[in-house]
Structure formats: structure tokens, C-alpha cells
């Protein structure tokens, strides 16, 4: 069969499947939409957990950047994966003791004040809509190119699909679509990168073919072979730091890791388990399941950029015969020029295709004497893993497993975004604050209205993104680090936090964090509305927007502790109450309220 043929019979196939259980699990009650009713086992949470965890970002996005960037790239794995480890001792089991399944809920009761939990739910959503930005782009990359649509088609397609099981299946249908979705997209990571291993390396396991030498080679290292192709482009070292600072890999990590464990959408996760004993079992398992992605991405971006430079770059750099004739493509290039995320421009007219660092002034004089006028071929990052195992050559079938666990990848986190969204609208701010009475029934139908209107904004959106799929990821986790997480913190191990605190640090936090990101990347992320270069000559004291979660969550710890220094502590039966939380005894099943 061809390629497409294939691709359709995956993806067809892993579709019905995910329709099939969203209407086998059809969530009948509200506790069944927003918890699962409470009765996940460990082990199947932690893998719907890894699943909702693993987004585009993960699966699509994040092999690409360490493609391009190289080891600065290391950021995002080592922010993501620590975030995840600070989440399950920290945040996860305390939050799974309080009983109650949203985090608005929580801040809402722990501080007593409607007040603070809306301003917990306003948070959320600028956190998640962020978020989903980047799912939905993620979707959209997967869906134009195997589909063979432009990007629009492709995202549009993307919003159908995830709008058709998140809103009929609530929680419950998504938990075990999730725990299907893993299995297809870990599948689709590692069977290429072996397949890729063996063939560059002979190594069947990527992790140590990565540190292996190249098949047929006077003992070359991969990794030397790449920092040697790349800097032979003109392009920064790929082991080194490249034009990447040191302050912004520490502050993009740190940013990562401390947002990671203040993202709603995983820590409800946590109340769909019978005890809090599970809650910790589960977030183990999910951690497990967790690595076997990450730490198969660094092996999957080093051989990814290396196949790709020596498809364009196939011989000595600056021969006039060393580049690939224009012509001559690969069909898969082809195929992705289709979807607009890749493209050539012929600069100096020789029918050859040169990729470079036309930026570079020290590679300047080399250019010129080869006659080239510039770097000639586009490539979005969101391609990189998607692309990768056509330009390995790889059996058609293993591509069409990698459009399977592409759209896997996307369309999980989405759906549990848009539930988070849709819990904090329907259930937070109706239930909550402003119709307490309203019914169950009542309430799962706003909840599902909500959703609908989130996915609509986030396919607007997603249409015009500020970044490709990981650097928007990276924005709603570092709003995520400067408004919930210390919130969060302070709830559970401050008696002394009170309210007036509480929603001042949120909002110092959270308003810090939005203004400095639209600076540089627009206002409402609308192109050609941002007031500086999204640069490291134009950032503020050189500290990029990704990073700055960081900073905020610094200005929401100062300002919160300063204002409850200020104002009265809690009463003695809130204080008890937080002690309470600290003892791991005695939980009782998560309730709504």
C-alpha cells in the first residue's frame, strides 16, 4: 500500500477507537464529567495522566526544537520532566486530601473568598486558552500534512474532531480515550527512533545510539557528526549553548518546572483516583510512562537534523555540485511544501537548494565565494518528528503510525484543556459563585456550551499563533508558574496566607507575567501589536518571555506575603484546616462541594 492508504487506516482506525469509548463511557453524571467518579486505577491514571501531560508540544514541537537548537533545547525536557516530579510530592497529594476537584474550588475555600476563587478561575483560563494555542497548532501541523490540506483546513478539521468525544464523554470518556491515545503515540515515538537508530547507528535503542558512533564511519561519534555538518552551515555548535544564554536556559528551566506543577488541567487528574494512596501511585506510574518519551526526544532531534542536513547538504559545502538540485526533491518535501511549512526560494538562480546560516557574518565570505545569496529552504520546527521518519526512508507504515501518534498527542491535551476550561466556567463561576442552585443536569449543559466556546477560541487563535507549538506551551507555563503555583504553595503549607494576600499575589502575578509577554509577543498575541523585538537585544535585562514565569511568581510570593503581613490572619478553623491537609490520613472521596 502507499504511504496515504496507510495513513488513513491509522489514523481512521485510532479514531473509531477513540469515538467508540467516548460513547462506551459516556459520562451520565457530573461527577462522572468532571472526576471519572473517582474510580480510575493507578496505573490506568497514570498512563491517561502521561497522555494528557505528552502534548503536541511533547510529541511534535519538542524533538524540533532540540533539532535546531541543540543542547539549549535540554530546557524544556529537564523543565517539564522536574515540574512533574514537584507537582506529585508537593502539590498532588495535599490537593487529593482537601477533596475537592478543581483547584478554583481549593483556592475559593482555602481562602475564603468567592473573590479569590474567581480570580483562581480568570488565571485558569488565560493559563489554558494559552495552553491550547499550542494543541490546537499541534493538530492543525498533523491534520494539513497528512491529510494534505493547508494548515487552516487542517486546524478546522483539528476543533471538529476534538469538540465531537471531549464534549459527549466529560472526564470519564476522556480517561480512557487517553489511556488509548498513549499507547498509539508512544508507539509512534519509539518505533521510528529505533528504526532510525539501527540504520544510523546499529544500536536498536535510541538512548544509547544517541551517545553511539555512526555506522561505517572511522569511529564518529553521532553527536560529532551533527555538531560537525551544523557548524560547517555556518550554525552554532549543536552540544554547545548556541545563542542561547545561560540566564535564559536557567530561568526558561525553572519557569517550566515550577508552571508545570501549577497546570489545572493535570493536577484534577489526581481526584480521579479512590484515595490519596493512589494519587501518589498513579503520579509514579505516569512519571514512568513519561520517560520513556522523554528521554527517547534528545536521540529523535539529533538524528532528525542530521538526516535533514545531509538530504540538503549531501556533499562538500561550497562545491558547486554539493547541494541537492532543486528538482530532484524528495516527495516529501513535496508533500509539507503543500501544508505552507515548508518552503524554497531559488535566490541566486542555480536550481540547487543551499540551507545556511545567512546570519552568521563569519560564514558571510564562504557564502559569497560558493555564489550564494542566502539561506533558501523554510522549515517550521513542527515538522521535524512528523517529517522524520520520511526522510529516513522508513516503511510506510511507520509513517503512517507517526500521523496516528501526532494527532494522539494533540488531541489528549486538548481534551483535557478544554474540560479544565469548561469545569472552571460551568462549575467554578455558575456552581460556585452565581447559580448555586443550579442542577446537575443544568450545569453539565454550560459546562459543554463553555467548551464549545473555548474550542472556537482556541482554533481562532491557533490560526494565528505567536509561536510554534512548544513556545506558546512555554508561555501558559510560565503564567501558570507566576499566578497558581505559589498560590497554591502558600495554601497548603502557610497557615498565616490569608485572603487579601492570596488574590494580590495572584493578580501581581498574573498581570506581570500577561504584560511582559505581550511587549514582546503582541497584544492578545495579535501580530504587529508588540511594542519591542521579540530579541535578545530587545528583551528586558536579556530575559526572554518564556522564561519570565519565573519572575512573576517571585512578584506574586513578595507581594502576597507582604499584604497578609498587613492584614489578618485566617481564622483558627482555616489554619486547622490547613494543617489538616498536611496529614496524609483520613481523605475522603473527592466531592464538588
Known amino acids: 500500500m502507499d504511504t496515504q492508504t496507510w495513513i488513513y487506516l491509522a489514523v481512521g482506525s485510532s479514531f473509531a477507537l477513540y469515538f467508540g469509548i467516548a460513547l462506551w463511557a459516556r459520562a451520565g453524571s457530573t461527577s462522572e464529567y468532571y472526576v471519572a467518579g473517582g474510580g480510575i486505577h493507578p496505573i490506568a491514571n497514570g498512563m491517561a495522566t502521561a497522555a494528557d501531560w505528552m502534548s503536541a508540544a511533547s510529541f511534535i514541537s519538542m524533538a524540533g526544537i532540540i533539532s535546531f537548537s541543540g543542547y539549549s533545547g535540554s530546557a524544556y525536557l529537564m523543565g517539564w520532566t522536574g515540574g512533574y516530579v514537584l507537582m506529585a510530592l ?56 497528512f491529510l494534505e490540506v493547508d494548515i487552516e483546513t487542517g486546524l478546522y478539521i483539528g476543533m471538529a474532531v476534538v469538540f465531537s468525544y471531549s464534549v459527549l464523554g466529560g472526564m470519564k470518556g476522556i480517561t480512557y480515550t487517553q489511556i488509548a491515545q498513549y499507547v498509539v503515540l508512544i508507539f509512534a515515538y519509539t518505533v521510528p527512533a529505533i528504526f532510525i537508530s539501527l ?30 555538518i551544523v557548524q560547517d552551515l555556518g550554525f552554532a555548535q549543536y552540544t554547545g549553548m548556541g545563542s542561547a544564554t545561560t540566564l535564559n536556559v536557567f530561568l ?21 483516583v479512590p484515595k490519596v494512596r493512589d494519587a501518589r501511585r498513579s503520579a509514579g506510574w505516569a512519571l514512568v510512562f513519561i ?10 532531534g539529533a538524528m532528525a537534523i542530521y538526516n535533514l542536513a545531509k538530504t540538503i547538504q549531501p556533499g562538500e559545502v561550497g562545491s558547486p555540485t554539493g547541494n541537492m538540485v532543486l528538482e530532484d526533491r524528495p516527495d516529501w518535501m513535496r508533500s509539507w511544501e503543500k501544508t505552507g511549512l515548508l518552503s524554497f526560494e531559488d535566490k541566486n538562480g542555480d536550481g540547487r537548494v543551499q540551507y545556511y546560516n545567512d546570519k552568521n557574518p563569519e560564514f558571510a565570505a564562504k557564502a ?49 484543556l478544554l474540560l479544565a476550561i469548561s469545569s472552571a466556567i460551568s462549575h467554578d463561576l455558575l456552581k ?37 507549538a512548544a513556545e506558546v506551551v512555554a508561555l501558559a507555563f510560565g503564567l501558570a508558574a507566576a499566578s497558581l503555583f505559589p498560590v497554591l504553595m502558600m495554601g497548603i503549607f502557610s497557615k498565616r496566607m490569608n485572603k487579601e494576600g492570596a488574590i494580590a499575589g495572584m493578580l501581581a502575578g498574573l498581570l506581570s507575567t500577561v504584560i511582559y509577554i505581550f511587549l514582546f509577543k503582541g497584544w492578545f498575541f495579535m501580530s504587529g501589536t508588540n511594542m519591542y523585538p521579540d530579541t535578545l537585544d530587545g528583551w528586558f535585562f536579556g530575559v526572554s518571555p518564556s522564561g519570565f514565569g519565573v519572575i512573576g511568581a517571585l512578584i506574586n510570593f513578595a507581594v502576597a506575603y507582604a499584604v497578609s503581613s498587613i492584614t489578618p490572619a485566617p481564622s483558627q478553623e482555616i489554619q486547622d484546616l490547613v494543617e489538616s491537609v498536611r496529614i496524609p490520613r483520613g481523605a475522603t472521596s473527592a466531592v464538588a462541594h
Request: proline letters at 5%; a positive charge; glycine letters at 10%.
Open 368 to 416: 559569497e565565494a560558493a555564489g550564494w545569496k542566502g539561506n533558501e529552504i523554510t522549515i517550521d520546527k513542527d515538522i521535524m518528528v512528523l517529517a522524520n521518519p520520511e526522510i529516513a526512508k522508513l516503511p510506510n507504515w511507520v509513517i503512517a503510525l507517526v500521523a496516528a501518534g501526532g494527532l494522539a498527542a494533540a488531541l489528549s491535551t486538548a481534551a483535557g
Open 199 to 228: 540504520q544510523l547507528t546499529g544500536w536498536a535503542i535510541p538512548q544509547i545510539g544517541l551517545g553511539a558512533t555512526l555506522q561505517g564511519s572511522d569511529n564518529v561519534f553521532l553527536l560529532q557528526a551533527v555538531d560537525n
Open 90 to 145: 508537593l502539590l498532588a497529594p495535599y490537593l487529593r486530601k482537601f477533596g475537592k476537584f478543581t483547584v478554583p474550588t481549593f483556592i475559593g475555600d482555602r481562602f475564603y473568598s468567592q473573590t479569590a476563587r474567581i480570580v483562581a478561575v480568570v488565571c485558569l483560563l488565560v493559563i489554558s486558552l494559552t495552553y491550547v494555542i499550542g494543541q490546537m497548532r499541534g493538530a492543525g501541523v498533523a491534520f494539513s500534512r
Open 291 to 300: 520517560a520513556i518519551l522523554y528521554t527517547t526526544a534528545p536521540a529523535v
Open 432 to 468: 460556585g459563585v452565581f447559580m448555586p442552585k443550579i442542577s446537575d443536569k443544568s450545569e453539565l449543559r454550560a459546562s459543554r456550551i463553555s467548551m464549545v466556546g473555548a474550542i472556537i477560541v482556541a482554533g481562532y487563535l491557533g490560526l494565528n499563533p505567536p509561536g510554534f
Open 252 to 272: 526558561l528551566t525553572m519557569s517550566l518546572m515550577i508552571g508545570t506543577a501549577g497546570l489545572p488541567h493535570v493536577i484534577v487528574r489526581f481526584f480521579t
